[in-house]
């Protein structure tokens, strides 16, 4: 499913325009963007939760040349399904 997709769905079951539901769309998104970019996690009942993890620096391997390379430390979004989620998936 894509965007356009989605918005029609979101469009259909709750009433609202296209315009209406791409916006409340962008809005969500746009939402967990900013809670997680301050380090505050999101969590939503019966789906997920967004987080961000924090990963430390460490050596890897070229696997070309398999020399050492240094992969410094980064910052990354994590999210957790929901184990509501998870059962209705595997039904």
Known sequence: MNKAELVDKIAEGT???KGDADKALSA???????????DDPVAIPGFGKFS???????E????????????????????????????????
């Not at 969500?28 to 301050?38: N, S």
């Not at 961000?52 to 460490?58: L, Q």
């Not at 696997?63 to 990354?76: C, D, M, Q």
Request: net charge positive; aromatic share 6%.
């Open 60 to 91: 890897g391997r070229n696997p070309r040349t398999g020399e050492p390379v240094h992969i410094p430390a980064s910052k990354a979004v994590k999210f957790s399904v929901a184990a509501a989620f998870k059962t209705a998936v595997k039904n």
């Open 28 to 38: 969500f998104v746009e939402t967990i963007i900013a809670a997680v970019q301050q």
């Open 15 to 17: 009433g609202l325009s």
């Open 52 to 58: 961000r993890s924090e990963r430390k620096a460490r």
